[in-house]
């Protein structure tokens, strides 16, 4: 059984180490562009308090996920590399993995950068509240990963913007109809127990996409994925 996983974990990092290496050069500029732009706004409209920092932060780091899945999913439909991967000794679960990683490895690199430059007091001040919203942005990429691979170009990007465009909408309206429900959100947000509860449901959520797309994977042939 020790055998058995040091081989399954073996074949994940291979595949890891393939999409760092081809994409390095990519996730290094998009990184760099990020920062970038980040630095270009708040020199053009500068944050007038901390949360006005984290705000654009984890706006700039959600659009990301659109850059990472395009290197991950996109690029590789195009160009058949899947074709490849699937003609080797890999199960679905192995390519679903390490695809999953290598976009959370990027999540985590853009993010950590770009709040270590622009906002670290938030980091050092409220180290838990940071780490949900990093999770979140995983589960935004994850379900990026899942639409790019078995949508079009168009729908692939559509679908995620939607789903969070709805969430944001709906806590508007909550906020302005039910603001007795958004206080006691706040307040257990505030008190930890809340962040714990966002912190599973979006591990859960994580695991469940990956289920999914594995799933999804194993019933359909290798030229419906592939453009």
Request: contains cysteine.
């Amino acid at each position: 059984m020790n055998m058995e996983w040091k081989a399954h974990a073996k074949k994940t990092l291979a595949l890891c180490f393939k999409d760092f290496y081809l994409h390095r050069l990519e996730i290094l500029g998009a990184w760099a562009g990020l920062c970038l732009f980040i630095g270009l706004l708040f020199y053009a409209i500068p944050p007038k308090s901390v949360q006005q920092q984290v705000v654009a932060l984890v706006q700039a780091n959600l659009f990301m996920n659109l850059v990472y899945s395009e290197y991950l999913i996109y690029r590789e439909k195009t160009k058949g590399t899947f074709v490849w991967l699937r003609s080797m000794p890999l199960g679905d679960a192995h390519i679903v993995t390490a695809k999953f990683a290598v976009l959370a490895a990027c999540q985590i690199g853009g993010y950590t950068l770009s709040l270590g430059l622009f906002a670290p007091l938030f980091v050092l001040q409220l180290p838990a509240s940071a780490l949900v919203i990093l999770l979140a942005m995983i589960c935004v990429g994850c379900m990026m990963l899942n639409t790019r691979w078995f949508f079009n170009q168009r729908m692939g990007m559509v679908i995620p913007v939607g789903v969070i465009v709805l969430l944001l909408g709906a806590y508007v309206k909550l906020k302005e109809h039910c603001p007795w429900i958004a206080e006691k959100l706040s307040e257990g947000w505030h008190a930890g127990g809340l962040k714990v509860a966002v912190a599973a449901v979006e591990i859960a959520w994580i695991l469940l996409m990956w289920h999914l797309m594995v799933r999804l994977l194993g019933r359909r042939d290798t030229p419906r994925l592939v453009n």
